[in-house]
C-alpha cells in the first residue's frame, strides 16, 4: 500500500485515472465549471495519475477521454443523483461496455473500466443539506411548526431511481431537520414542482434542487417556479458561488434556495470513497 500524507491508499490507485461524469449540457455550458472545479480539487490531492471531468452531452466525451488514456484502470464516478436510467442505460452505451455497467471492460484491451456508484446517493449528501437546513433554521430563527422542506428534482418516467431517491431524501429530512415536514417535487413528473404551493401552507420554504449542477433547471425552472426570478444578478451570483440564497418574499412566504449538491466541499471525499468502494478486483 502507498500512502498520501494520513491517507492510506491502493497502490495502483497512483496509475488510475478517474472521471467525474456528468450529464453536460450545450444549452447551459456554465453548468460544467462545477464539475471541472471539483475535478481539480481531487486532482491536487495526488491521490490518481489523472482526475478529470467528462460530459454525456458536451466535451469532452468520455469515450474520447478512454480511446487517449494511457492508464490502464480508469475509474467512472457518476456525477449524478441517483443510480437511475443514466447509470444503466446512458454511461455504458456512451462508454462502449460489452457487459451489464458494473463489468469492466472496454473496447481497448488495455483499460479496465470500474463504473462506480453515483455521488448523490451516498449518504454525506444527505448529511450535507441537513447541515445547510439546519444552518438557515438556526441563523433565522424559524419556528419548526411554520417551515418546511421541498427537494426538487428532475424526475423521469423512463426510470423510479431519480423519484425514490428523492422521495427517500425527503424522508430522512423531514426525520432529521427542525422542519415540520419535507416534499419531494418533481420537474417530469408528479407531483410537479409547479405544485409546490398546494403541498404546504407553511410560511417558511426551504427548496433545496436535487440537482447537480447549476444548469438550465437549477437555474432557471426550479427558482420560477417557486416564485423566484432567475435572472437577477444577486441571484446567479449567490447560487453559482455554492451559498444559500435568500430569504425571498414571494406568495405570502419566505423562501431560501439551497446551492446544488455537486457544489458541496464534500464532493471530492465522496468520489474517493465511490473508488475505495468499487474495489479493485
Known amino acids: 500500500m502507498a500512502t498520501q500524507g494520513p491517507e492510506t491508499i491502493p497502490d495502483h490507485w497512483r496509475d488510475a485515472l478517474v472521471l467525474m461524469l456528468a450529464h453536460g449540457s450545450k444549452t447551459t455550458p456554465d453548468a460544467t465549471n462545477v464539475v471541472l472545479a471539483q475535478a481539480s480539487r481531487l486532482a491536487a490531492r495526488n491521490l490518481f495519475s489523472d482526475v478529470q471531468a467528462a460530459f454525456l452531452r458536451d466535451t469532452p466525451h468520455p469515450r474520447e477521454i478512454i480511446d487517449q488514456a494511457l492508464q490502464r484502470d480508469i475509474y467512472v464516478v457518476p456525477f449524478m443523483t441517483s443510480e437511475g436510467y443514466s ?93 415540520h415536514e419535507a416534499h419531494a417535487v418533481f420537474i417530469e413528473e408528479p407531483p410537479f414542482i409547479t405544485e409546490w404551493q398546494t403541498l404546504t401552507d407553511r410560511s417558511n420554504v426551504l427548496i433545496i434542487p436535487h440537482l447537480m449542477t447549476f444548469g438550465r433547471h437549477a437555474a432557471v425552472d426550479v427558482p420560477a417556479a417557486v416564485g423566484i426570478p432567475p435572472d437577477t444578478t444577486a441571484f446567479q451570483r449567490t447560487l453559482c458561488g455554492g451559498r444559500m440564497y435568500g430569504p425571498h418574499e414571494t406568495h405570502g412566504r419566505s423562501i431560501w434556495f439551497a446551492p446544488t449538491i455537486g457544489s458541496f466541499d464534500t464532493i471530492p471525499d465522496i468520489v474517493v470513497e465511490r473508488i475505495r468502494d468499487r474495489g479493485h478486483l
Open 87 to 179: 447509470i444503466e442505460t446512458l454511461i455504458p452505451k456512451a462508454i462502449g461496455l460489452a457487459g451489464p455497467p458494473t463489468e469492466r471492460s472496454s473496447l481497448n484491451p488495455r483499460h479496465q473500466i470500474h463504473i462506480c456508484q453515483s455521488i448523490g446517493t451516498h449518504r454525506k449528501i444527505e448529511d450535507q443539506i441537513v447541515t445547510l437546513i439546519n444552518e438557515v433554521i438556526s441563523s433565522n430563527d424559524l419556528p419548526i411548526h411554520d417551515t418546511v422542506a421541498i427537494i426538487a428534482s428532475h424526475g423521469t418516467g423512463r426510470h423510479p431511481g431519480n423519484n425514490k431517491q428523492s422521495t427517500l431524501l425527503a424522508n430522512r429530512i423531514s426525520e432529521s431537520c427542525g422542519v
